[in-house]
């Protein structure tokens, strides 16, 4: 308290509910943790709700309308046929160094510290070598994670999908990255190179939105989620209303002219 009087005509500012909770002791920040932990529950199943509303084809054919990157080559759900939606927790292996120890592969176990319900790994990983396995797979579980992307192949095929996890990916090797990768960056921005000829690299950064099915993965830029969520869906109901037009006896063109284009 300053003990000044506040400047003639200002307003008031007022605290939303979660910015009064104030932190003083540990009790408090247990508290502040759990509401914390409930609103991030809460985000992950309206995530999981979303995921199961449209699908790759949708969400790439808007990305594209928004003028946004939607690659063919950057991945697919490869271990169960399933989607996910969740906010990016960013990692970036690196080639190892000459004289650098191989178990800096290790520091990605950092990887989890950052990771929170409904997050979803997202690792740059360009060695063609497998990162993430069975037991990366039992640690995302633990931790609440929605999936996993990355530009790399995978490994341990039947162990996560035996866990459920989805695992969207390049590809599968039994080729592990240990000894030739270490641990880059941590919640930082990544850059993912999709597969395929001439395909340009995908900028992701902490928070951006990560969508994945077994056609393929979008990112979505987290300050365009809601604009581009809402576009997709309308494109989802507007295919619906032409199909539904044409089992009703209506030519395409007709439809079309109703509903507009798909």
Not at 29 to 58: K, N, V
Not at 144 to 152: I, K, N, Q, R
Not at 214 to 219: K, L, P
Request: aromatic share 8%; glycine share 8%; proline share 6%.
């Amino acid at each position: 308290y300053t003990g000044k009087r506040a400047p003639a005509g200002s307003k008031p500012c007022f605290l939303t509910n979660l910015e009064s909770i104030d932190i003083d002791t540990e009790e408090d920040l247990r508290h502040a943790i759990s509401i914390e932990h409930s609103r991030l529950y809460q985000q992950s199943m309206q995530m999981r709700a979303l995921a199961s509303s449209f699908g790759s084809a949708q969400l790439g054919d808007t990305l594209w309308d928004h003028h946004l990157p939607a690659s063919p080559g950057l991945g697919n759900v490869q271990n169960f046929r399933t989607s996910f939606l969740g906010p990016a927790v960013t990692m970036s292996l690196l080639p190892i160094g000459v004289h650098q120890p191989i178990e800096g592969i290790y520091d990605c176990l950092q990887h989890y510290t950052y990771a929170y319900p409904g997050s979803v790994l997202t690792v740059q990983n360009p060695s063609g070598r497998a990162y993430f396995g069975g037991l990366n797979a039992r640690l995302a579980t633990l931790a609440g994670c929605s999936g996993l992307l990355t530009d790399g192949p995978t490994r341990d095929l039947d162990e996560t999908r035996a866990l459920n996890f989805p695992v969207s990916s390049s590809g599968y090797t039994f080729a592990d990255v240990r000894g030739h990768m270490t641990c880059g960056s941590l919640n930082s921005k990544v850059v993912l190179q999709p597969s395929g000829h001439n395909l340009p690299p995908i900028e992701v950064y902490p928070t951006d939105l990560i969508f994945s099915d077994h056609e393929g993965a979008c990112i979505i830029p987290n300050h365009r989620f809601k604009a581009i969520i809402n576009d997709t869906l309308d494109r989802c109901r507007n295919e619906n209303r032409i199909a539904a037009a044409i089992l009703d006896g209506h030519d395409i063109q007709s439809s079309l002219n109703d509903y507009g284009n798909f």
